[in-house]
């Protein structure tokens, strides 16, 4: 087989995640070029290190016949290697205006809705998609042009979290150029998206047209961009690490103290800002934001406030900087019925997921997000349970005792947006569940060998 330099440069899935290797892998399958070559070369992974391959594809419904005959080549493909493959068709552009988004954008949402849907449903841990050296450029440059700032520069991460388990890109190391070489030297069949080259797109034309340019400059560009976006890399996760050492020291109830934040260095300062707000409020904040925060401390006005998006409020108390949210801002009520399968709460900003289950499952590929077995006995239809936000006064029997779910979140260090916004899961009795917290008494089931029902919880985006 010819391009081996190219495949020794796309690491197993369970090495950059750092899992055992026998941790199944889930392929996000498009049938073009890039995901063509990573196919092959995970199946060949799949038989030496001995891990589960799946497949996924999604026809977007955007262009016609041409997606069809996609969706039927990736399904051949699976036939061909002897993989489960699942497909979902959905209709972007009608989705696209119902919630606002650009067709892009929407596309990109549906797409990882289905694979963590997937994942959560089959207990895959590991999602790959086939993102390439190119792609990593393309990003850095876009980036770059809207003014990012170090963490923007880094480009596309090889590994992070995802839907309770790890999204991982393997193959940013390879450049579009070697990949449809090798797809040509070695006979693999590949699709192509006619979208792509759409020039509507702004990414697009960075494609066609700016790296190019580049590489006509400057041999080998795409791949110094790469290196440079890896040594960005490094240097963000140390300044990540101080200030969330700075965090662990001084924040008390979810409060900052102005004197210690405002005698660090400036580069600290906004990333203490910035990873304070995504922990307490769910928000990520501008430069513009950040700069208005630190005028704030620096005038040092009591009781003075600065509003921020998503309805967020950061105020100066007693010499510290806390977050609170502005009146009328909570979300509506609602009673969503409990059923099996996977749900969108109202305000799509998480969902939840219910299965009856008579064996017993390896719940450590959950291990990041809430989950619970509720004992065999509840009846899904039978029992009114259902869905609901937290209400004042709201109360569950735990240890023998009927506890207040204000005290419990307080306890749980949970912030205040993400209190107002988590589902309780409840019964005619009262409340049966309460995600990151616990489960009424006698409600869960501690001996997985009797089965019973698996109920999950995850965020769709940032609280």
């Known amino acids: 087989m010819r391009g081996w330099k190219e495949m020794e440069r796309v690491k197993a899935p369970w090495e950059l995640a750092s899992c055992e290797k026998d941790t199944p892998v889930l392929l996000a399958l498009s049938g073009g070029a890039d995901s063509r070559f990573l196919l092959h070369v995970l ?29 039927d080549f990736c399904i051949s493909l699976a036939r061909e290697y002897g993989l489960e493959i699942f497909v979902r068709d959905v209709d972007v552009p009608r989705l696209a205006k119902e919630r606002g988004k650009s067709i892009e954008e929407a596309a990109r ?16 841990p590991l999602l790959v998609t086939a993102h390439n050296a190119d792609d990593n450029a393309e990003t850095v440059l876009f980036r770059m042009a809207r003014g990012s700032g170090l963490l923007g520069l880094c480009g596309i991460a090889p590994v992070r979290s995802f839907s309770g388990g790890m999204l991982v890109r393997p193959m940013l190391g390879v450049t579009k150029r070697e990949i449809v ?47 440079m976006s890896a040594s ?4 963000e996760e140390l300044l990540s690490s101080m200030a969330d050492r700075f965090l662990r020291e001084h924040e008390k109830d979810g409060a900052l103290p102005i004197v210690p934040l405002l005698s660090e260095a400036r580069a600290l300062q906004g990333r203490i800002l910035s990873r304070w707000l995504t922990n307490t409020a769910g928000i990520s904040p501008e430069r513009v934001h950040l700069e208005a925060i630190l005028r704030l401390c620096k005038a040092g006005e009591a009781h003075s406030e600065l509003t921020l998006p998503r309805a967020t409020v950061v105020a100066i108390e007693k010499g510290m900087l806390c977050v609170k949210r502005a009146r009328g801002s909570l979300p509506c009520s609602y009673e969503l019925p409990f059923r099996e399968g996977e749900q969108m709460l109202p305000d799509g900003s998480m969902s939840v997921f219910v299965k009856k289950n008579d064996k017993n499952l390896k719940v450590h590929n959950l291990s990041t997000a809430p989950y619970i077995f509720l004992k065999k006995n509840f009846d899904i239809m039978k029992d009114r349970m259902y869905w609901r936000p937290r209400r004042d006064g709201d109360r569950i029997l735990m240890g023998g005792m009927h506890r207040e779910v204000r005290r419990l979140y307080r306890e749980a260090g949970l912030s205040m947006d993400v209190r107002a916004r988590l589902p309780l899961l409840c019964d005619e009795e009262g409340i049966v569940w309460i995600p990151y917290v616990g489960a009424r008494d006698g409600a869960e089931e501690r001996d997985l060998s009797h089965g019973g029902i698996f109920v999950s919880f995850r965020k769709i985006k940032p609280l």
């Not at 391959?53 to 016949?65: K, P």
């Not at 949402?109 to 895959?124: D, P, S, V």
């Not at 040509?184 to 960075?206: F, G, I, M, P, S």
């Open 232 to 235: 960005l890399r490094e240097d």
């Open 109 to 124: 949402e549906l797409r990882y809705e289905f694979f963590a849907e997937l994942m959560q449903a089959h207990h895959i």
């Open 43 to 71: 199946a060949q992974f799949a038989k030496r290190d001995g891990f589960l391959l799946f497949l996924a594809h999604v026809n977007h419904g955007i262009r016609g016949e041409a997606a069809l005959c996609d969706r």
């Open 181 to 227: 070489a090798f797809c040509e030297q070695n006979a693999l069949r590949y699709v192509t998206d006619e979208t792509n080259c759409d020039a509507a797109y702004a990414r697009n034309r960075v494609r066609a047209e700016v790296l190019p340019v580049l590489e006509s400059l400057f041999e080998g560009a795409t791949e110094r961009i790469g290196e």
